[in-house]
């Protein structure tokens, strides 16, 4: 948005003068202005446990702030139960806010441009109203919308427990739904979660509700009336997965999101949003990969468990017709090379291998199956996959842990190494089936990687 002239903001200092008077939220939305190149939308979701990384995250984005160039806007949804912010300067608050965020900038109601009260971010409505009033009220060229919250991968994020040493966007434990998380003083907050069980996104403690990919999908489709985002960004765990780049394929141009965990603190939006301002390939692709670059800076000396990708979304129906074509290799091959292909998946390690997750790399899994399964059709569909897979990898950051038997080349896909295991995933909620029509996985429902892991799973039971 364009800087305004001293009179403007005269102006703009009574209305929020007025605003305070009368209490009318929406009179504090700022005015349209010229076009700015790129509008950042941030889906700040801290009514959970990774509140305290919400403010820090805020915190870093006002360092750097908005220009005439770039608007970073954030809704931001806070529960003031793991974080204090009790001064007279900064007040502890529980509702959702939106900001047009300055250089400088404190997130305090005050300095919000709309208070829309305790609104439910688990709710895919909210998140549409959300782009659809950004993209009204501040126009730009290009846009990126961040989902910042937990997350679980092919369903998308929800509400966390304590993990091991690191502070992780994402988890589950033994913990019952209704229980609520217990987190000790000081205890590193993972970034997914147990309260809301399933694979989702977005988990809003407040409202006990949370986000499904096809949710998110409907009302996107809805608030963005036609055009793409030009980057989708997860600042949330696990959320790299051919289910996930399925489904908002239509959505947006790139996106970007992790095959791993992804540390508490997620995003450093300080060295993020720097690069990005002044950057001079202003293009979704140029985007995506400096958010990976940035994220390699700030993780790839410290945090050997990291990793991130950025994905080319308009490559993934090749990507998905060659997946068909090497599913239904592998489901003709089980009766005669079952332990071939059982050998191969066993080569490949699961991310997030404290937790029940069990997500693989995908590229490693066809590299596997290139040097293991005997059969010249299964490693020309294989090959065929692994280059669409690379072709849609843009950018790819992996940690050293990472690499090796892990592969983090950019993409996993789901693969419980028995039927056991997968009727133990009690995250899956039955997403995984052909027949679920509770917020359907559009990949499982429509392709055949999930006939593959039903025919397998028949023949590898423990």
């Given amino acids: 948005m364009t800087a305004w002239d001293s009179s403007t903001r005269y102006c703009a200092s009574l209305v929020a003068l007025l605003v305070l008077i009368l209490g009318t939220a929406d009179a504090r939305a700022e005015p349209e202005g010229v076009k700015a190149n790129w509008t950042i939308m941030v889906y700040m979701n801290g009514d959970n446990n990774l509140e305290p990384d919400a403010l820090l995250n805020f915190a870093q984005m006002a360092e750097v702030g908005s220009d005439e160039h770039v608007n970073v806007l954030v809704q931001f949804d806070r529960i003031a139960k793991y974080a204090s912010t009790k001064t007279d300067t900064d007040p502890d608050w529980s509702q959702t806010l939106r900001f047009h965020v300055k250089k400088g900038m404190r997130p305090i109601p005050d300095l919000a441009i709309e208070d829309l009260g305790e609104m439910n971010m688990g709710d895919g409505k909210v998140l549409g109203d959300f782009v659809a009033w950004a993209i009204a009220h501040f126009p730009a060229d290009h846009y990126m919308l961040v989902i910042w919250d937990h997350g679980q991968g092919w369903r998308l994020p929800s509400n966390a427990l304590p993990g091991d040493s690191e502070t992780n966007r994402s988890v589950g434990t033994s913990q019952t739904d209704s229980q609520e998380p217990t987190i000790a003083a000081g205890t590193p907050v993972p970034r997914s979660t147990d309260g809301a069980p399933y ?264």
Wanted: aromatic share 12%; with cysteine.
């Fill in 199 to 462: 694979r989702s996104a977005s988990n809003d403690e407040t409202d006990k509700d949370l986000l499904y990919n096809s949710e998110i999908h409907e009302y996107l489709v809805s608030a963005l009336g036609g055009r793409q985002l030009d980057v989708l960004g997860f600042d949330a765990c696990l959320m790299s997965m051919i289910e996930t780049a399925y489904a908002f394929r239509d959505i947006a141009q790139y996106m970007v999101a992790s095959e791993e965990l992804e540390p508490g603190q997620g995003w450093n939006y300080r060295e993020w949003l720097r690069q990005v301002k002044s950057s001079n390939q202003q293009d979704g692709e140029s985007i995506a990969r400096i958010t990976v670059k940035a994220y390699k800076e700030e993780y790839g000396a410290q945090n050997p468990n990291t990793t991130l990708s950025a994905i080319n979304l308009s490559h993934i129906d090749s990507l998905v017709s060659a997946l068909d074509a090497l599913s239904a290799e592998l489901i003709g091959l089980l009766p005669t090379h079952l332990n071939q292909i059982r050998a191969a998946r066993s080569s490949v390690k699961e991310y997030a291998p404290r937790y029940s997750f069990y997500h693989i790399d995908l590229i490693k899994f066809t590299e596997a199956v290139i040097d293991t399964v005997d059969n010249p059709a299964l490693l020309t569909a294989a090959g065929e996959v692994k280059q669409k897979a690379g072709n849609a990898v843009v950018e790819n950051y992996a940690g050293h842990n990472r690499q090796g038997s892990y592969g983090s080349n950019g993409l996993a896909i789901y693969y419980p190494k028995s039927r056991s295991v997968y009727l133990r995933d009690r995250y899956a909620q039955k997403g995984y089936n052909k027949d679920n029509y509770y917020y359907p996985v559009a990949f499982v429902q429509e392709h055949l990687w999930a006939d593959f892991l039903h025919r397998y799973w028949r023949l590898v039971p423990y």
